[in-house]
């Protein structure tokens, strides 16, 4: 676990992030010490906008580990510079290793915000704000601790399980990593709370902020991993009437103009186009690096090239489904040139500022609780009409035609096949993979992949021969390394195998 000394630093983030777009724009008050802050509604909920706000964080690198390390994005490989070898890229070759910053990122950002949200709740139990006001914050930031938990226990399998916060630092130094059951014992926990806290909706200006719908579709997502699958039956179907809706047009899940609407869940929320540091970039990062401003909308910007939809990926859409221009294109057009290097197409929306974009992040749609509740159906009982019926409700919105007759075992492949175009580019396809197959078939399976895109790469290396190392996946891989930093520090954290 991150060292005591940054997790006090980090409490300054309590009053100075925000979170949505009609909550984001809250002015930063006087900063005060913490024995003085936590007295008030005004105060409590200042301390929620910051662990929202850490959210965003999170989820600017999520791709990394959920998409990259997945057969659904590349990269458009620069052979002039190679410094993200060791880095990004080496989630898309299967390199990683416990050196690599990206994975210390990914382990301090959550724990650091896990730190925020134990240190909150702690403050909130004792006070004496509007009780109704205290079930809410309560319930959002169960959800949120949650959310991260179920990050990291399947990131890293065995992780350090913290709910209180630490009285010396020298408690840090005696932190052992809990075992997934606990954890996950833990998340159900808190969801089933958040579940009970939580409002349906919220008025206008809490628009973005966590729900009853959301602690439930998360939780029957934790069920749904766990295999106990009439459990996600029951839960996901309590989600049903709660008022949400496919929207008629699959393209209105991403446009910032549409944001949070009957489809929405939960996303993390963004808020682009001023000088508030609350912007996306998504565009930027996933757009062609030679692009320049076909894309981006902006001359001049140098883009990541990162997340580049696979031609494997680009091959799953059927003839006629909707959704494929609206998720990706196969190319772009710079000074009259057609350049064929794919790219991520949800994510790019016309915005006013260069390098601030307005796009929130989906992370719950009402589409992936229809097509988890028709595989939890599937896998629990057989393919009847009402899960037919929930995973038809997605293609006929993709302009597909219904699928009937299915065994138990092509309705499995077919709602896989659904999600993976479905939720295309949201931060699913990995721990889709994962929680579907042991370590040893999807080390099959991303080999297969792999051999695949290292005989015909989605874009052209320049000449650079792949490393002996890359694209070679060990059934160890099925989980990240503890980051060596965080085994440094504490020699108690032991290591995954293999690593």
Known sequence: MKKITGFYILLLCLVQFSCKDDFLTTTDPTRLGTDVFYKTQAQFEQALNGVYGQLQGITNTAYLGQEFMSDNTTLDFNPLDRGGAAGWEAFEFSTVNPGNGEVSALWNNHYSALYNINYTLEKLEPSTINDAAKKEIEGQLKFIRAFHFFNLVRYFGDVVLTTKTLSTPNEAFDLVRSPQ???????????????????????????????????????????????????????????????????ANYKDNFDPAKKNGPESVFEVQYQGGNDLGEQSNFVYVFAPRLSQGAVTGFANTAPSGRNIPTNDMIAAYEAGDLRKDISLQTGYTLNGTFVAIPFINKYRYPHTISGRSDNNWPVLRYSDVLLMLAESINEATGPDAEALGYLNQVRKRAGLAELSGLTKDTFRTAVMKERRV????????????????????????????AAKEKASPTVSRGGIAFNALDYVYSDFEYFLPIPAPQILINSKLTQNPGY
Do not use: C
């Open 422 to 449: 479905e939720l295309a580019f949201e931060n699913h396809r990995w721990f889709d993979l994962q929680r579907t197959k042991t370590p040893a078939e999807l080390a099959a399976f991303m080999n297969a992949y």
């Open 181 to 247: 059951a606990d954890v996950y014992k833990q998340i159900e926990a808190d969801l089933k709370d958040a579940s009970t806290l939580l409002p349906a909706t919220y008025p206008t200006a809490g628009r973005g902020r966590v729900t009853k719908g959301a602690a439930l579709s998360l939780l029957g997502k934790v069920y749904l991993t766990l295999k106990r699958y009439p459990e996600a039956v029951t839960t996901l179907k309590q989600v049903l009437p709660l008022g949400y809706s496919l929207n």
